[in-house]
């Protein structure tokens, strides 16, 4: 039984660019969560989908943006990368009824020069 | 607004002795409660959750956490701890409002414990 996998695991850019990041959640779970986690941080919530719709989102700028497929499947995607959008970036997944925690993808660590 | 305070950036302890990852919460409604943990270079692990009943939680690899309502505290224990604790251990809050018929909502993380066991 596949976990959540997010893909690139790595990932070089620069300000201004612009970059997606992928994610399959774990199987038979139908809602995705993105965090941020800087660098000696925790992580931070981004947003969350459900139902191929946004259904909350944390304390980040428009450029931030997210989707979700029909087979609930996500991606992230963020642009006008500055310096500090430098971190690693987890999706997790779960169920939206229930109490099951949510189980996380290793996740994207995204550099930019 | 929820948070959660993890008071000590650092706990060093012997192998073989207890330890505890202290954890404090606040939340406006009933809290979910969990613990992870993050290796380097790795996702977070889950470790434990507390949603309802006994206060004394226990989970994965021998840890286990005490929820104490009334101090707003969930801290991890563990009676023996092993060179591979090492790691990375955050605490987690998640509000749950039962009136919205649903448990879906983000997480709220403290901003981690650094666990040392040594030799």
């Known amino acids: 039984d596949a976990g959540v996998t997010q893909s690139p695991t790595h990932l070089i850019k620069t300000r201004g660019q612009q970059v997606t990041l992928r994610c399959s959640p774990k199987?038979?779970?139908?809602?995705v969560s993105w965090y941020q986690q800087a660098l000696g941080q925790g992580p931070q919530f981004i947003f969350q989908?459900?139902?191929?719709?946004?259904?909350q989102r944390g304390n980040f700028p428009d450029r931030f943006s997210g989707h979700q497929f029909p087979n609930y499947s996500s991606e992230l995607n963020v642009n006008a990368l500055l310096l500090g959008d430098s971190a690693l970036y987890l999706c997790?997944?779960?169920?939206?009824?229930?109490?099951?925690?949510?189980?996380f993808g290793d996740g994207t660590r995204l550099s930019i020069l | 607004a929820q948070s959660v305070a993890q008071p000590e950036d650092q706990v060093n302890v012997a192998e073989g002795n207890p330890l505890t990852v202290k954890c404090t919460y606040s939340?406006?409604?009933?809290?979910?409660l969990f613990w992870y943990v993050q290796y380097p270079n790795r996702g977070l692990q889950f470790l434990l959750k507390?949603?309802?009943?006994?206060?004394l939680v226990k989970g994965s690899y021998g840890f286990e956490a005490e929820f104490n309502k009334s101090q707003t505290s969930f801290h991890l224990k563990k009676p023996s701890a092993l060179v591979s604790d090492s790691a990375l251990y955050f605490c987690a809050v998640r509000e749950h409002k039962p009136d919205r018929g649903s448990t879906l909502g983000r997480l709220y993380f403290g901003r981690g414990t650094q666990l040392t066991v040594w030799p």
């Open positions: 989908y459900y139902e191929e719709e946004e259904r």
């Open positions: 997790a997944s779960s169920l939206r009824q229930g109490r099951q925690p949510q189980h």
């Open positions: 939340v406006s409604g009933n809290p979910y």
């Open positions: 507390y949603i309802t009943g006994d206060n």
């Open positions: 199987s038979g779970h139908d809602t």
